[in-house]
């Protein structure tokens, strides 16, 4: 069953919290998204793939631990998925990007498929699937399915704020798709926007409306 995870890390909230003023420009919003991102894709993984390596050091042997980055694929939802990949790059450089392009129908809600262009994926591929916001949650859906179909299977969603109603059409429509988030907000408005939120944060990062 899909699990729930709130990263509720001290530093993980005072960031979100500058994030969520209004007063925020881009450009501190967005090196606090990358950061945030950074702290959350620590936590998500925790579960991925380790082996054991000997290694010399100055003194002795001694026996750790790596794993193969290379297997891991960052797919952000653009466009502001975008603006989490270089957090989780600063962790594991050697990660493959792929780029789903989708946004809501303003009237309908609905995700609308604009552009997709993935790497090789496999039943060894670890992804992580970035999106902000998981508000209605039709756009991680249609992302997941799109990464589903071209034969990823090990997937887990970061976002930075979650809705509770976008949680559970997530978790109904794919049951083995974990989710990392900075915080688990109240509800959606009429508009499908998460309250309280932050707003869109497209827009914020980019500076658009």
Not at 143 to 169: C, F, H, M, Q, Y
Not at 177 to 196: C, E, K
């Amino acid at each position: 069953m899909s699990r729930l995870v709130v990263v509720d890390h001290p530093l993980v909230k005072h960031k979100l919290t500058i994030m969520r003023d209004k007063t925020t420009g881009p450009k501190e919003f967005r090196e606090l998204l990358k950061e945030i991102t950074l702290l959350l894709a620590y936590e998500a993984t925790r579960r991925v793939p380790v082996y054991r390596k000997e290694v010399e050091t100055p003194l002795a042997k001694a026996e750790g631990y790596y794993f193969e980055d290379n297997k891991i694929v960052i797919v952000p939802i653009l466009r502001a998925g975008l603006g989490m990949a270089d957090g989780i790059l600063e962790l594991l450089p050697n990660a493959s990007v792929g780029h789903i392009g989708i946004y809501r129908d303003p009237k309908t809600l609905e995700a609308i498929e604009y552009y997709a262009k993935l790497p090789v994926l496999d039943d060894d591929t670890v992804i992580f699937v970035t999106d902000p916001m998981l508000a209605t949650g039709v756009s991680a859906i249609k992302a997941i399915d799109i990464i589903k179909n071209s034969g990823g299977k090990d997937i887990t969603l970061i976002s930075l704020i979650a809705a509770p109603e976008g949680v559970r059409a997530l978790q109904d429509a794919h049951t083995d798709v974990d989710i990392y988030t900075a915080a688990l907000d109240s509800h959606l408005n009429d508009h499908g926007y998460i309250i309280p939120g932050l707003g869109d944060a497209g827009d914020r990062l980019y500076r658009t409306k």
